[in-house]
């Protein structure tokens, strides 16, 4: 235990010393709105989103109002700008923590990361809302690797190396809730940590040279945001494609973008996992106790996306009969939206039209009003 302590104190006194550097220097950004992904901003990776996320959940350790907290993938991440959906839902404060490409495994990972931090009593008056469609359940072999982290937990089964475990990984490893030190740590210099790390990546993007690339380099110092990039460019240069595929999948019709997702997907042989079901049960069961208010959204999907799916009516029974296990707390709900918008508010399958977020916002916070906890209530209990 004394070598442990040792470490911990060697920890505490770096981020001190850069922590109060930085507050002297610059000061810790305005609490605002919590956001991961931020579309038409740096071009991120799936993992830079990830580590983002990881960092941004420091900011709700000082939530005191009822926090409103969005988790999914990308079609989440881009349809629920929180500064918007904030301002049609004053009484909250709005965050996004979606990442592109997430299955439920990830989004469970990101949930345990928001509950570790946010105060209890800000989780009891919160409304977590799980923005997510039946392709968050494929199999998690069709978004990650199929290696398993690199620090599995002692006495525990590995997991997928997910963009959120593999931005843990790559970091120092305090950051990543499942590693074996997180149990020992003080809390506060977990947070202090992530807080550091949160203002040097918000620092060095407004400077010509990332402020911490010698030394993620050298030693074990290991948060390389810029190498990532760098990784990512050099793949590009050896294996370069004749279009994005980006590019190329929008340049199809919707027919043909669900035909070529659900042949994609069918290469694992299955289209929807029993194993994501089994994680978004496990991510109720902790959010209930928790106090939490929970909003599954099956969200908007495009007229012929959802003519030519064929397992989108096997999952709208499936996730059915896990909401309705969980809904005798009264705090787990399911908004059934995939008919809601007209084709026109979607840019490809699934994803918002840029020109109708708004359109976005407006239906999701209509069907959130009469689900709001009742802070009066609460209050006064």
Request: hydrophobic share 45%; net charge positive.
């Amino acid at each position: 235990m004394k070598p442990l302590l040792l470490i911990a104190g060697f920890y505490a006194a770096i981020n001190a010393v850069v922590l109060g550097a930085i507050v002297l220097s610059i000061g810790f950004p305005i609490a605002g709105p919590v956001v991961a992904h931020r579309p038409g901003g740096l071009r991120q990776t799936n993992e830079e989103i990830a580590l983002a996320a990881l960092l941004e959940t420091s900011q709700l350790a000082r939530a005191h109002q009822p926090q409103l907290i969005v988790l999914g993938a990308s079609v989440a991440a881009g349809a629920y700008p929180p500064a918007l959906v904030q301002s049609k839902l004053p009484g909250f404060m709005a965050n996004n923590l979606a990442i592109p490409g997430a299955t439920i495994t990830e989004i469970l990972q990101v949930f345990d990361e928001v509950r570790w931090a946010a105060p209890t009593e800000t989780l009891r008056k919160s409304l977590l809302v799980l923005g997510v469609s039946y392709t968050s359940f494929c199999p998690d072999i069709v978004r990650y690797s199929s290696i398993a982290g690199s620090r599995p937990v002692w006495r525990t089964t590995p997991q997928p190396m997910t963009y959120v475990r593999k931005a843990a990984d790559r970091s120092p490893p305090i950051l990543g809730i499942e590693h074996p030190l997180r149990a020992v740590i003080p809390r506060s210099l977990v947070l202090a940590a992530k807080q550091r790390f949160r203002v040097w990546g918000r620092l060095w993007e407004f400077l010509p040279f990332h402020p911490g690339e010698w030394l993620s380099q050298r030693g074990r110092w290991r948060f390389q945001t810029l190498a990532m990039r760098r990784e990512r460019e050099r793949h590009e240069a050896v294996f370069p494609k004749p279009k994005p595929i980006l590019e190329w999948f929008l340049g199809l019709s919707v027919k043909e973008q669900t035909k070529w997702l659900i042949d994609e997907w069918g290469k694992t042989g299955t289209l929807l996992d029993q194993r994501q079901f089994d994680a978004l049960s496990r991510l109720l069961d902790r959010a209930v106790s928790a106090d939490m208010t929970v909003v599954f959204v099956d969200l908007p999907l495009h007229g012929e996306h959802r003519l030519h799916t064929p397992v989108l009516a096997e999952f709208q029974e499936r996730l059915g009969k896990v909401i309705a296990a969980h809904a005798g707390s009264g705090r787990v709900h399911l908004l059934n939206l995939t008919t809601a918008l007209p084709d026109e508010a979607f840019g490809d399958l699934a994803h918002a039209n840029p020109n109708y977020v708004e359109s976005w916002v407006d239906l999701l916070v209509d069907r959130l009003r009469p689900l709001l906890p009742d802070q009066s209530t609460e209050d006064r209990e």
